[in-house]
C-alpha cells in the first residue's frame, strides 16, 4: 500500500518543477511568505525558529518528504520559522496558485492533499506531546530510534537544540547510554 506522501507525489509529479540548491541555503525564511510547496528529492533540511537571539530547532525533514511554512502558505502571513538545506538538495517545487488551481478541479488530488496535512498535523502533535512528557533522554532515545540517520548527517548542536538541551548535555546522554 503506498504512503500518503507517494500517493500525493504520485498525483502532483507532472507539475513539480526541479531546482538543486546548496547547503545553507534558506528556502523559507522567517518573516517572508512562502509562495512554494517543495517535495525533497535529495537532502536534509533543518525547522528553526528565533527565540531571545537564539535558533531553535524544531524539526528535521529527509528524502521524499513534502513541505511548506504551511500557515505562511495558505494564508499569505509571514512563516513564523525558517527552513534551511543542512546538505546539498535536490527538490521539486510547485508555486502556490498552481496548486490551488489544480486541489480545485482534482479531487483526488485534493483528497490527498488534506491526507497529507492530517498526518503533519498529528506528526507535530506528538512532537508537541513529547515535549511536555518526555524527559530530554527520553527523547534522545525516541529520536535514536525513528531516525538513527540523524546522527550522521546533522551537526550535533542542531540536534541538542531539537531536543531541546545543550550540546554538553547530549554528550553526557550519549555517553550514559
Sequence with gaps: MKTINQRLFDLLQSYFSAISVKSKTKLIEEGQRSKQFYFLKKGVLRGWTLHDGKEITFQFLYEEQFFCSIESFWYDKPSQYTL?????????????????????????????????????????????????????EKRYQKLVTTAPEIFQRVPQHYIASYLGITAVSLSRIRNRL
Design 84 to 136: 534551511e538545506t543542512l546538505e546539498d538538495a535536490d527538490l521539486l517545487m510547485i508555486d502556490k496558485e498552481r496548486l490551488l488551481e489544480l486541489l480545485k478541479r482534482d479531487l483526488p488530488l485534493l483528497q490527498a492533499f488534506n491526507e497529507y496535512i492530517i498526518q503533519r498535523m498529528l506528526d507535530y502533535q506528538k512532537l508537541l506531546i513529547g515535549r511536555i512528557k518526555d524527559n530530554p
